[in-house]
């Protein structure tokens, strides 16, 4: 009990996440309908992905950006002997895909970790709605900046801490909840693998799962 409490303890805190308070509550798609700007089924449209989909693999070279509706995508590539590793999980209201600004430099993967919809924007609609309106223009370059600093955040505290400081990190920073496409709630961390921890921080899911249960048997 006095393990799960602890966890519990770091879920009452804020996420350790940059504060975007101007825009945390923007909405693409109803500042588009706010704007009056029309639009048809070709430029914006929903899917549903099942738990463990794959939204898109390596090399993606399909035109669309994606918003996740409900669920959570966690996004990644593969290394050169083959093996997958995983860089960022998002919960909803994040974007991600290819602006291919990159020269075909752009090899990632997007998994579903749980049922989720996504909202897909075609790639020239989105880039035409960012750069010709102020305000959506601003929200894009604030969302940026907010991902940028996470990023950054979490490579500090990786050259910074301690295994054990950096699970805790990152408890604090996905202490998110998330809804399923199913309706049902979970916290985003506790959708993370021991694999994808490592990942995320540069160490074997070995030495996470020992941590884990180091941690564990000194606590009871």
Known sequence: MAYFYKLNYFRMKNPNRPNNSD?????????????????????????????NGYIYLPPNKENYIYEIISGAVKLGGYSDDGESFVYEVLPPSEFFGNLKYLNNQFHEYAKAIVDSKIRVYDLDFFKTMVTNNPTISNWFISYLVKRWCSAELKLKNIKEKQIEERIDYLNKHYNVEVIDAKNNAHILFDLLTKKDMGDLFGVTRQTVSSILHKEKKLIF
């Open 23 to 51: 825009f945390e509550n923007f909405n693409f798609l109803t500042q588009l309908k706010k704007l009056q700007i029309s639009f048809d089924k070709n430029e914006i449209l929903e899917i549903d992905i099942k738990k």
